[in-house]
């Protein structure tokens, strides 16, 4: 298995990020689960205090309109939390392999890039085809006018449309970073695999 010494810089850098990412899914994820079927206790804060600008008052009226969505379907918040926490334990488990010069950390690195790519087109695919339309019927219902109704319509669509392109995009081509790097020639020198993928018996462990 590799050493602690003969770790790259672009494996010390992923192991980096992947840690960030992972940590940052995991905890997401266990907010989600906690808070499915209600509203947090921080958005609750935050809405109590007055709007500073009528474009703030906009993103408010929109995510309390994905609040009340989401409220009222837990159990896709649990799925899609579910979901990132399998992402997020795989990310974490590739650092700890990484850390320790467990041989796992490639396969695991590659499991997750392959599951993040997935993620991240789903989770962007939900909101765009069934997340949207939801709150932008919920958002039409509680309109006092047609402008505001107009108003609020393109703020919601530049939320959940440019958004969750945006973090899919990143998360996609993170992904696609881990199975270049861990995939490619790179990571098969790394972990001292031959060009056909097999142990070289020299650099196995």
């Not at 205090?49 to 159990?75: C, F, G, K, W, Y």
């Not at 650092?95 to 010069?101: E, L, M, N, R, S």
């Not at 609020?152 to 970073?177: E, N, T």
Request: charge should be positive.
């Amino acid at each position: 298995m590799p050493a602690a010494k003969q770790r790259p810089r672009w494996v010390v850098v992923l192991a980096g990020l992947m840690l960030v990412a992972g940590a940052h899914l995991f905890f997401g994820a266990l907010t989600g689960l906690r808070d499915a079927g209600r509203t947090p206790a921080a958005i609750e804060a935050l809405m109590a205090t007055p709007p500073t600008s009528p474009n703030e008052t906009l993103a408010r009226q929109v995510a309390a309109a994905v609040i009340a969505v989401e409220r009222a379907h837990p159990d896709r918040t649990r799925t899609q939390a579910a979901a990132c926490m399998v992402l997020a334990a795989l990310l974490l488990f590739s650092v700890v392999a990484i850390g320790t010069g467990d041989k796992r950390g490639r396969i695991t690195a590659l499991a997750a890039g392959w599951v993040g790519i997935g993620y991240s087109v789903a989770s962007a695919a939900l909101t765009i085809s069934i997340v949207r339309g939801a709150v932008l019927r919920h958002l039409a219902s509680e309109a006092a006018t047609a402008d505001a109704a107009d108003q609020v319509h393109r703020a919601a669509q530049a939320f959940l449309v440019v958004a969750p392109l945006l973090v899919a995009a990143i998360g996609v081509s993170f992904s696609v970073v881990l199975l270049v790097y861990f995939g490619g020639r790179k990571g098969r020198v790394f972990y001292g695999l031959a060009a056909d993928g097999v142990r070289h018996p020299l650099r196995g462990s």
